[in-house]
């Protein structure tokens, strides 16, 4: 596996619950400044709040009516303020409170501090809840409409102090004046006093929402949970996602099993998973090369046996009757049994023929190519020595040659042993097969890239109708794959080529062309000569 790196599973998976945990945290505040801005802005505003007093003041007042109800019976108020959750009520009477919701205030947890003040004539009271928000309702003696104003910046201990020079007088706690001006100075909105019948007379009915604190909490709660939800369906999507790529997986492994062998692998990714379908992919890609490794020795091995069965018949078939009739006495004279026995001596030799190269194809055919002893030679002394060994045995024999052997830079590397089997497979075909009276031409052709050894031979009348198993071809084929070349034949009418091509591993170990090398290939030196 090449060094690259991999982003695990488990990191992947830390890396996504921080993302899913910051995602969440920032959609969380985001919302609440999005809550808050609502709040203040919107369900605040002073329309919205005169609004929901109107519908308030409406339905209490249908609610007095109703139960013919009088200003002081405070059961009755606070059964209809429990109905009407987060509401404070206040009734007056000639600047008297006749009825304030002090059940709901202690509720709450809320403290309420009621102001007089003698030199304007002006009644405050504030309500401070125990999230330190503080309500203003004002009343001024000359009107009947009255001022609130929120601000949530004033504590209780500001609220707990005094200042002699306001010139009020607090009936529980009364804060200092300049802290008073100062600290409610924020958002107001509007509140006003509604006469309403009660059974006794008509009263000044007040009546504050604080329906916002609802909000915020459930709101609060609602964000919450959504930003929750928001976490899990990050990890639930990321788990998913991995799924998928299992699955599919799984489905692309189960078509290589079953449909097709070629199939695809989606290799995507730098995980355990994507290292998982690499290596499938490679297990494969090793099975397909097995099979076709397979296939190939066993149809190699049937066309094998079908081409033999008529070769090794033929001679044994001939050997047997000659044999038959030697034992039998059948013939005339010493001349006739020696014909005989050399007839039977050439099919035997024939027959031994066949099981060398049986024995040599088999043998190729099942070696690795591990097992090969590749070594690194020069090109022309190792190619002059092995072909010159067999060129002048045959000329001895009166075949005659035609040479040409390039002496250009060049360097091979070959098993010597599998060299020995494809030259000594060539030059036994050239032997029985060539037409004497024609020269064979044995060329070696140099290029950056490659040598080619070529042959080419007439073949002769008689062997033109001799049949053969292609057994030597197919081994020198092999052979030839097996040292990274190719062997390749070819029969035009009566004229038989092979070519035999390696890598010229010279040009492979070195950058450019030598200097002997290029000055060899720019004049074309060669070594030409006739055996």
């Known amino acids: 596996m090449n060094k690259t790196f991999r982003r695990t599973l ?26 808050d801005t609502y709040v203040a802005n919107v369900y605040m505003s002073d329309t919205n709040v005169q609004q929901r007093s109107m519908q308030q003041i409406q339905s209490f007042a249908a609610y ?41 205030i202690e509720k ?32 001024q003696n000359n009107g009947n409409s009255t001022t609130t ?61 604080y329906s916002d604190d609802t909000l915020k909490e459930v709101g609060r709660v609602a ?47 730098q995980d355990e998973i994507c290292l998982l379908a690499e290596n499938i992919d490679t297990m494969r890609a090793t099975i397909i090369e097995q099979l076709s490794r397979e296939k190939e020795a066993w149809q190699a091995n049937s066309d094998l046996v079908t081409a033999m069965a008529h070769d090794i018949r033929t001679p044994l078939t001939v050997m047997a009757g000659y044999l038959e009739l030697m034992k039998n006495k059948e013939y005339s004279s010493q001349e006739e049994l020696d014909e005989y026995i050399r007839i039977s001596s050439e099919k035997a030799e024939q027959l031994r023929m066949m099981s060398d190269k049986m024995f040599r194809y088999f043998y190729v055919y099942s070696k690795s190519s591990d097992e090969l002893n590749m070594e690194t030679f020069q090109a022309g002394p190792f190619l002059n020595q092995m072909l010159g060994e067999y060129m002048v045995l045959l000329g001895e024999n009166g075949y005659q040659f035609n040479v040409d052997i390039s002496d250009r830079e060049a360097e091979i590397s070959v098993d ?27 060329r070696v052709y140099v290029d950056v890239r490659r040598v080619r050894i070529f042959f080419r031979n007439y073949i002769s009348a008689e062997s033109a109708r001799a049949e053969s198993t292609h057994i030597g071809t197919l081994t020198c084929q092999k052979m030839a794959e097996e040292m990274n070349g190719s062997f390749v ?10 070519t035999l091509t390696l890598p010229n591993v010279f040009y492979d170990d070195n950058v450019g062309v030598p200097t002997q090398g290029l000055t060899a290939i720019l004049s074309g030196g060669g070594h030409h000569g006739s055996v």
């Not at 003040?117 to 809840?129: F, H, K, P, W």
């Not at 009020?168 to 008073?180: D, L, N, R």
């Not at 100062?182 to 009263?203: I, K």
């Not at 020995?420 to 009276?437: A, E, G, L, Q």
């Open 10 to 35: 488990k990191v992947k998976m830390f890396i996504v619950v921080v993302l899913g945990l910051l995602t969440a945290v920032i959609s969380f505040f985001a919302g609440m400044l999005a809550l």
């Open 64 to 104: 007095v009516n109703s139960h013919s109800m009088k200003a002081s019976d405070s059961r009755a108020l606070r059964a209809w303020q429990g109905k009407h959750k987060n509401v404070y009520i206040l009734i007056y009477n000639n600047d008297d409170i006749v009825f304030d919701s002090q059940w709901m």
């Open 108 to 139: 709450r947890g809320a403290y309420k501090y009621v102001i007089t003040n003698s030199a304007t004539g002006e009644m405050v009271i504030l309500i401070q809840d125990n999230q330190g928000t503080i309500r203003k309702i004002r009343r």
């Open 149 to 209: 104003n929120k601000n949530s910046g004033v504590t209780k201990k500001q609220s707990n102090a005094t200042n002699g020079a306001s010139g009020g007088t607090a009936v529980m706690e009364k804060p200092a004046t300049s802290e008073y001006a100062e600290d409610t100075g924020g958002q107001e909105a509007d509140y006003d006093f509604y006469p309403v019948l009660f059974r006794d007379g008509v009263f000044d009915v007040c009546i504050v929402d």
């Open 223 to 269: 964000i919450f949970v959504l930003c929750s939800m928001l976490f899990i369906g990050i990890i639930i999507y990321y788990f998913g996602r991995e799924i998928r790529r299992l699955r599919k997986l799984t489905n692309q492994v189960m078509d290589i099993k079953n449909v097709d062998i070629n199939g695809p692998i989606t290799i995507k990714g």
């Open 416 to 442: 010597v042993q599998g060299m020995k089997r494809i030259t000594d497979n060539v030059f036994t075909n050239i032997r029985k097969y060539s037409d004497k009276t024609k020269p064979i031409d044995v």
């Open 489 to 498: 034949t070819c029969r035009k009418g009566k004229i038989y080529e092979a």
